[in-house]
């Protein structure tokens, strides 16, 4: 029997075209051992970002099993982006979420994904990753969704006029109290 569980990915990351970090994020479901996974500490995540840019590095596929990992991986211009799962997971769905994200950076950057927009836009970077995974569960795999939810724009603030004359308090109190009466009458 297979142990369904909704937490899907256990890594997104951005490496530029040496195998260095641009961005990593790695995720472990609360009901496993921190200890049997890739991000129990710096030193390893390191160590497996490099190994698997070293075998990844200018290939023509686009996923692989890797140290018991489902790796999916997409090169763009200077940069390679990542999205690790267990072997148990669908490919299919981890597929549509790398490219959810790929797209959705896309968007919201105007421009192709390159490492010195990355850079520059970092904090967008992160909200589309924070966006489409949440840790570890796939939220939203619409690329357009997310970048709207990325980019929207802060309400207008709408201005309030206070009158603090006497007629303004005592209409104010006057609306109070009845709200006051409504409530007690409903019984609060």
């Known amino acids: 029997m297979v142990n369904l569980s909704l937490y899907s990915v256990q890594a997104v990351l951005i490496l530029d075209n040496e195998g260095k970090r641009i961005y990593t994020k790695y995720y472990y479901p609360p009901h496993e051992p921190k200890e049997d996974s890739i991000c129990s500490n710096v030193k390893k995540q390191k160590e497996f970002e490099t190994s698997l840019f070293k075998r990844t590095h200018k290939q023509d596929a686009s996923i692989l099993v890797y140290e018991d990992h489902l790796v999916l991986y997409e090169e763009c211009s200077d940069v390679s982006l990542y999205l690790i799962g267990s072997l148990q997971e ?72 206070i009158d603090l004359s006497e007629k303004g308090l005592l209409s104010a109190w006057g609306f109070a109290k009845s709200k006051l009466a409504e409530k007690l009458q409903q019984g609060l």
């Not at 105007?110 to 569960?137: A, F, H, M, P, S």
């Open 90 to 161: 669908n490919e299919i769905v981890l597929h549509d979420t790398l490219n959810a994200i790929r797209l959705a950076i896309k968007l919201v950057l105007n421009t192709d994904i390159d490492k010195r927009d990355i850079q520059e836009n970092y904090d967008i970077v992160c909200l589309v990753v924070d966006e489409t995974i949440d840790d570890g569960i796939i939220l939203e795999t619409d690329p357009q969704t997310i970048a709207s939810r990325v980019t929207k724009l802060p309400t207008k603030d709408v201005s309030v006029s």
